[in-house]
């Protein structure tokens, strides 16, 4: 790729970018945007829509940038969970990192690549024509003692993230052991989901675990709660939900047609009492069926078992319960509004093959997705495309076109396809037998970040550069050569990716150009109230595969292509500031895992570091040095060692808490004059809400009050 090529795409995302901060700056202000733009203010009661014009709002104004800059990390503690923290201190760890690469990467292994002479010396007069390779490794000479200054940044870059890793880990353990100290007990910290429960002839499930745990836990259980099949039930809830919309709507909206005909020969009704009927025989129907469903015949072998001390509920989570494995399985509950209802699978072995589904289902959308890569560095060729589409040929003579093709678009079009990756991955996790929304997330956020990896990554590398080589891993010997030979020669692209997927993914997520769509659309058709708002949860399956895949970008071309690290410092600012400012505004956690998504960053960045150690090995020794490449080898072990260290040292926080947190927070809890009630509500906390009663009135002030009832859970 030439120069110009990536100043034209520069160019493209900057100015997208300043168009982007421009409109939010004014639509922000707009009152009728204020349920796209800070719905979480609007939920909570801080803001209040205003009428009558004000030329203020119409003039572009940064005080939000102040705002979201001010906002200390104990205020987004408070505010939104410890999730968001570790979001931001994902995005501050690789500022940091790049931070300290950029230094040594733009002002000593840049001028030392521009200054070799292997392919030709830079034209300053003609810069724009001159290609990215100059400014990468592949432009120093092999055996040129100009590489030990490479080899010395790869040892101080890993010293310098090992140790930022170790501080990011106890850091965050630290806060996740205070978090869960100063939190009021919790429904999920004293109770465990048990499935595989085996059932005698004669008994319910019901009977069956209280018998066993009245027995083997006598002094620590207190109650269960018993799951049902409830997916008739549920489609019941949404047609009534539904029909009570259609109510409200057809009440508040004065230009409804108070009168329609029925069919096409029915006659004319009113609406209204025609809504109110259909919602009253669903009702009815929704009381039988909750009725039927709660026959011990409609019970399903798992259970949530409640324990009267988190030290007891640790205990039987821990423990096996049974001399055969496959029964009487323990799992961590989550908290009663993360439960993901649909997921109840009894059988071990149902849930063993489902995983082994979509372990295949991965794979098969991993090798489809090839053909985009390959369709993108196809694009990145001129003269290969000009071969595929000889028609074209004219056109990609002409300078701004193929800037833009070259520049541009192959990194356009990969990500328009990896939009649809998220919400597969969320899919895929949901029907492979995750308990609770947050554990489809983590998992979703695991298989998108290694998806992407492999996709944008290696695939595009090998892609490109060693194309069609469909045995490049058959022989491990030689992978640190092949990494050698075609990652540098993907330097020009992955900038141009940095720049269009990150620069423009973090301006859209500020813009909120989907939910800003869909706002326009409803309102003609619709109205809502603040009290009918739905506060967003971030993505966090979507937003930190993104970040970790920079990161592993950043990590591993530092030293080949520094070039790079400037776009993606620009990029991380860019996130630091727009993310602290949708947690203010726009985002409200829905659960909490107390920053479990971590231990999934710092595998990324061990593989990173890994990673660029190999191809450091196969670049020295393709470029002669032997001495360097054999001096890299102590490196990927130590880096395995501290990872090994770190994974005894820190991870078991993040999986349970110790039995000294634990009694000693039960100790803390005894002295709580709130407990007794705590143990009335915990033994109803985890009813399927499918089964709670709905409440309907035929009049109109009863029409006001929701139709699902809600417990506090």
Same mark, same amino acid.
């Given at each position: 790729?030439?120069?110009?090529?990536?100043?034209?795409?520069?160019?493209?995302?900057?100015?997208?970018?300043?168009?982007?901060?421009?409109?939010?700056?004014?639509?922000?202000?707009?009152? +009728?945007?204020?349920?796209?733009?800070?719905?979480?203010?609007?939920?909570?009661?801080?803001?209040?829509?205003?009428?009558?014009?004000?030329?203020?709002?119409?003039?572009?104004?940064?005080?939000?940038?102040?705002?979201?800059?001010?906002?200390?990390?104990?205020?987004?503690?408070?505010?939104?969970?410890?999730?968001?923290?570790?979001?931001?201190?994902?995005?501050?760890?690789?500022?940091?990192?790049?931070?300290?690469?950029?230094?040594?990467?733009?002002?000593?292994? /840049?001028?030392?690549?521009?200054?070799?002479?292997?392919?030709?010396?830079?034209?300053?007069?003609?810069?724009?024509?001159?290609? /990215?390779?100059?400014?990468?490794?592949?432009?120093?000479?092999?055996? +040129?003692?100009? *590489?030990?200054?490479?080899?010395?940044?790869?040892?101080?870059?890993?010293?310098?993230?090992?140790?930022?890793?170790?501080?990011?880990?106890?850091?965050? =353990? =630290?806060?996740?052991?205070?978090?869960?100290?100063?939190?009021?007990?919790?429904?999920?910290?004293?109770?465990?989901?048990?499935?595989?429960?085996?059932?005698?002839?004669?008994?319910?499930?019901?009977? +069956?675990?209280?018998?066993?745990?009245?027995?083997?836990?006598?002094?620590?259980?207190?109650?269960?709660?018993?799951?049902?099949?409830? =997916?008739?039930?549920?489609?019941? $809830?949404?047609?009534?939900?539904?029909?009570?919309?259609?109510?409200?709507?057809?009440?508040?909206?004065?230009?409804?047609?108070?009168?329609?005909?029925?069919?096409?020969?029915?006659?004319?009704?009113? /609406?209204?009492?025609?809504?109110?009927?259909?919602?009253?025989?669903?009702?009815?129907?929704?009381?039988?069926?909750?009725?039927?469903?709660?026959?011990?015949?409609?019970?399903?072998?798992?259970?949530?078992?409640?324990?009267?001390?988190?030290?007891?509920?640790? $205990?039987?989570?821990?423990?096996?319960?049974?001399?055969?494995?496959?029964?009487?399985?323990?799992?961590?509950?989550?908290?009663?509004?993360?439960?993901?209802?649909?997921?109840?699978?009894?059988?071990?072995?149902?849930?063993?093959?489902?995983? *082994?589904?979509?372990?295949?289902?991965?794979?098969? *959308?991993?090798?489809?997705?090839?053909?985009?890569?390959?369709?993108?560095?196809?694009?990145?060729?001129?003269?290969?495309?000009?071969?595929?589409?000889?028609?074209?040929?004219?056109?990609?003579?002409?300078?701004?076109?193929?800037?833009?093709?070259?520049?541009?678009?192959?990194?356009?079009?990969?990500?328009?396809?990896?939009?649809?990756?998220? !919400?597969?991955?969320?899919?895929?996790?949901?029907?492979?037998?995750?308990?609770?929304?947050?554990?489809?997330?983590?998992?979703?956020?695991?298989?998108?970040?290694?998806?992407?990896?492999?996709?944008?990554?290696?695939?595009?590398?090998?892609?490109?550069?060693?194309?069609?080589?469909?045995?490049?891993?058959?022989?491990?010997?030689?992978? !640190?050569?092949? *990494?050698?030979?075609?990652?540098?020669?993907?330097?020009?692209?992955?900038?141009?990716?940095?720049?269009?997927?990150?620069?423009?993914?973090?301006?859209?997520?500020?813009?909120?150009?989907?939910?800003?769509?869909?706002?326009?659309?409803?309102?003609?058709?619709?109205?809502?109230?603040?009290?009918?708002?739905?506060?967003?949860?971030?993505? #966090?399956?979507?937003?930190?595969?993104?970040?970790?895949?920079?990161?592993?970008?950043?990590?591993?071309?530092?030293?080949?292509?520094?070039?790079?690290? !400037?776009?993606?410092? $620009?990029?991380?600012?860019?996130?630091?500031?727009?993310?602290?400012?949708?947690?203010?505004?726009?985002?409200?956690?829905?659960?909490?895992?107390?920053?479990?998504?971590?231990?999934?960053?710092?595998? =990324?960045?061990?593989?990173?570091?890994?990673?660029?150690?190999?191809?450091?090995?196969?670049?020295?020794?393709?470029?002669?040095?032997?001495?360097?490449?054999?001096?890299?080898?102590?490196?990927?072990?130590?880096?395995?060692?501290?990872?090994?260290?770190?994974?005894?040292?820190?991870?078991?926080?993040?999986?349970? #808490?110790?039995?000294?947190?634990?009694?000693?927070?039960?100790?803390?809890?005894?002295?709580?004059?709130?407990?007794?009630?705590?143990?009335?509500?915990?033994?109803?906390? #985890?009813?399927?809400?499918?089964?709670?009663?709905?409440?309907?009135?035929?009049?109109?002030?009863? /029409?006001?009050?929701?139709? $699902?009832?809600?417990?506090?859970?």
């Amino acid at each position: 790729m030439l120069v110009s090529a990536l100043v034209t795409s520069v160019g493209i995302n900057s100015g997208l970018c300043i168009l982007f901060f421009t409109l939010y700056s004014i639509l922000r202000k707009q009152p +009728s945007n204020y349920e796209v733009y800070i719905p979480r203010l609007l939920a909570e009661g801080s803001s209040k829509r205003r009428s009558g014009f004000n030329l203020e709002r119409l003039i572009p104004s940064p005080g939000w940038v102040s705002r979201a800059w001010k906002l200390s990390e104990e205020d987004l503690l408070l505010s939104t969970g410890l999730d968001a923290v570790v979001f931001m201190r994902i995005i501050t760890f690789s500022l940091k990192v790049f931070l300290f690469a950029g230094i040594i990467g733009i002002f000593v292994i /840049l001028p030392v690549n521009c200054t070799g002479t292997a392919l030709h010396e830079i034209d300053f007069a003609d810069l724009s024509n001159n290609s /990215l390779d100059v400014f990468t490794i592949s432009n120093v000479k092999s055996g +040129s003692k100009r *590489l030990w200054v490479h080899f010395s940044a790869v040892y101080l870059v890993t010293g310098f993230v090992c140790y930022l890793l170790y501080y990011e880990y106890k850091y965050i =353990s =630290s806060k996740r052991m205070a978090y869960f100290y100063s939190s009021k007990p919790q429904p999920h910290q004293f109770t465990i989901l048990v499935r595989s429960i085996p059932v005698l002839a004669g008994s319910s499930v019901s009977e +069956s675990v209280e018998s066993f745990f009245k027995e083997y836990h006598p002094t620590t259980y207190l109650s269960h709660m018993v799951i049902h099949r409830t =997916s008739n039930l549920q489609s019941l $809830i949404n047609e009534a939900k539904k029909l009570y919309g259609r109510v409200i709507h057809s009440q508040s909206d004065p230009n409804q047609e108070k009168y329609k005909r029925v069919g096409f020969f029915g006659q004319k009704v009113d /609406l209204v009492d025609h809504y109110e009927k259909q919602l009253e025989d669903i009702e009815e129907n929704l009381r039988l069926e909750q009725s039927e469903v709660s026959w011990a015949g409609e019970e399903i072998r798992a259970a949530f078992v409640s324990f009267k001390s988190q030290y007891g509920a640790a $205990i039987a989570f821990h423990m096996q319960q049974s001399t055969n494995p496959t029964h009487w399985v323990t799992e961590q509950a989550p908290e009663p509004h993360d439960v993901y209802w649909p997921f109840f699978s009894s059988s071990f072995l149902r849930r063993w093959i489902s995983k *082994l589904v979509i372990i295949v289902a991965c794979t098969i *959308l991993t090798i489809l997705f090839l053909i985009p890569v390959l369709l993108v560095q196809g694009l990145t060729n001129l003269s290969q495309l000009e071969v595929w589409f000889p028609f074209l040929k004219s056109i990609l003579t002409i300078t701004f076109v193929s800037q833009v093709v070259t520049g541009y678009l192959p990194s356009l079009i990969l990500q328009l396809f990896l939009k649809i990756v998220p !919400p597969i991955m969320v899919f895929l996790s949901s029907i492979q037998g995750c308990i609770s929304h947050s554990d489809i997330e983590k998992s979703a956020c695991n298989k998108v970040l290694w998806f992407t990896i492999w996709n944008i990554f290696f695939a595009t590398v090998f892609s490109g550069s060693v194309l069609y080589q469909l045995n490049i891993f058959l022989d491990p010997k030689n992978i !640190p050569a092949k *990494l050698a030979v075609s990652v540098p020669a993907q330097a020009s692209f992955f900038i141009a990716y940095v720049v269009t997927s990150g620069w423009t993914s973090a301006s859209s997520e500020l813009f909120r150009i989907i939910p800003l769509i869909c706002s326009l659309i409803r309102k003609p058709f619709a109205k809502s109230t603040d009290d009918d708002l739905e506060v967003p949860s971030i993505r #966090y399956h979507n937003d930190i595969p993104r970040i970790l895949l920079f990161g592993l970008l950043g990590i591993t071309y530092f030293f080949l292509a520094p070039l790079i690290l !400037p776009f993606l410092l $620009i990029y991380l600012c860019l996130a630091y500031i727009i993310y602290r400012n949708q947690f203010i505004n726009v985002y409200a956690a829905k659960y909490e895992t107390a920053g479990k998504f971590w231990p999934i960053v710092h595998n =990324s960045m061990i593989f990173s570091l890994l990673l660029m150690h190999a191809i450091a090995v196969g670049i020295f020794t393709s470029k002669k040095l032997s001495l360097a490449s054999t001096l890299i080898f102590p490196l990927p072990v130590v880096t395995l060692l501290f990872n090994e260290y770190c994974r005894k040292r820190f991870l078991p926080n993040f999986i349970a #808490y110790s039995a000294e947190v634990l009694i000693k927070k039960d100790k803390e809890d005894q002295n709580d004059a709130t407990m007794a009630e705590f143990y009335d509500a915990l033994a109803t906390a #985890y009813q399927d809400p499918a089964l709670l009663p709905i409440h309907y009135s035929a009049n109109a002030d009863s /029409l006001n009050s929701p139709l $699902i009832s809600s417990s506090e859970i």
